[in-house]
């Protein structure tokens, strides 16, 4: 028998701690933890973003020739409403999108789920009225433009980007009732 003995003054190595970076090639913390439609309204939630920031960008974008013929898309109320409803869903879509990153990263400490599917169910279909109505008030605007009005261009590409936009919220609305109704039902 050999007599080994740890003396208190040796310090023991410290244990390791589990980091949130670490991760095995078989089960990552993403794939593990995350249901498919995390990513799919994740993917959705950037692609309204992308939609209708280049919506409201193609309004507001300053064009040489609009300079000259001193016309803009502020002298057309209805390409205002289009305007700030896309940048309205433009911040929205961000939200949703940070908050969904911030989810994946702190594991849902930012918003409970309870709350957000509450959130969602009705930010996700007023944001959709409210980009079907946009998309819809600028078509008769752009109906009475000339077609070699470079505006008319802006706001063509504005109101197809816009209802594109309104197609992606539709979906996204469609997981967040999937989502409020497994909560009920389950």
Known sequence: MSNISISPSQPQPPLPTPSPFSFSVASTRWSSRRPP????????????????????LSLAAPKSSLRKQHTSFRDYPELVYCFVVNILVFLYAAYQLFKGICDIVH?????????S????????????????SASSVAIPVIQQMSNGNPLWKAAMVSACMSFASFLVIAFTALLSGYRFCKRIIW
Do not use: E, K
């Not at 439609?37 to 409201?56: E, G, T």
């Open 37 to 56: 439609i995390h990513v799919a309204n994740l993917f959705l939630r950037f692609l309204a973003l992308v939609l209708s920031s280049a919506s409201a």
């Open 107 to 115: 594991r849902g400490i930012f918003i409970s789920d309870m709350v």
């Open 117 to 132: 599917d509450y959130i969602s169910l009705i930010f996700d279909r007023l944001a959709g009225y409210l980009l079907v």
